[in-house]
């Protein structure tokens, strides 16, 4: 099941553009954390915790975050392990400074829900506005604090399935227990 995470800004890239990094190693994360610190750090974090599958192999979120955008087992046509609960990540970045990214991996631009993705998580108002989701008065949460679930009913997401308008990926902001809820809600819907 694909989840695209929409946030404003991409981190800095290693070595510039010219680099022969790439995004879908297992070193891929700690050396954009290197490069880019701590905000980074609980940035992929938060995904981290968020995709975190039992069902997978990575059973950890920290093993997760190291290989979060590697693909997963069941990604891989070659091997016959089931993708039942398997989340698959994508990251797209709602700026104009995401020109480096264009050619790396899952990693993209995009001013769209992405057609493929199952869930998309539109992260903090700023992503929210850049997409037209909603204006720069509108809550992000609901009354009781929980992150707001857009029906499908909504003109602008007909033909996606679900979104989910959250906070900014930052522990200030996306604490672990609206992190617990959001995770509930993504292993609990059916396909």
């Known amino acids: 099941m694909e989840v695209a995470f929409y946030l404003p800004n991409p981190p800095i890239l290693p070595n510039g553009v010219s680099s022969s990094w790439q995004v879908n190693t297992e070193t891929a994360i ?44 069941a990604d891989n046509p070659s091997t016959n392990v ?12 709602l700026s104009g400074a995401h020109e480096p990214w264009d050619d790396v991996a899952t990693i993209k631009p995009r001013y769209q829900l992405d057609p493929e993705a199952k869930w998309h998580i539109v992260c903090g108002l700023e992503a929210q506005t850049k997409l037209g989701i909603i204006d720069i008065g509108s809550r992000t949460l609901d009354k009781q604090g929980k992150v707001r679930l857009l029906s499908i009913n909504d003109k602008l997401m007909q033909g996606h399935n679900r979104v ?28």
Request: aromatic fraction near 10%.
């Open 30 to 73: 700690d050396e954009l954390i290197a490069i880019n610190g701590n905000h980074w750090r609980k940035i992929f974090t938060i995904m981290a915790k968020l995709c975190q599958s039992q069902c997978t192999s990575t059973k950890t979120w920290q093993g997760l975050r190291k290989a979060l955008f590697v693909a997963a087992p």
């Open 164 to 191: 989910l308008l959250t906070p900014y990926l930052d522990y200030r902001q996306f604490p672990n227990l609206l992190i617990e809820q959001v995770h509930t809600l993504l292993h609990s819907c059916d396909e």
């Open 82 to 93: 089931p993708s039942t609960n398997v989340l698959s990540r994508r990251l797209h970045f």
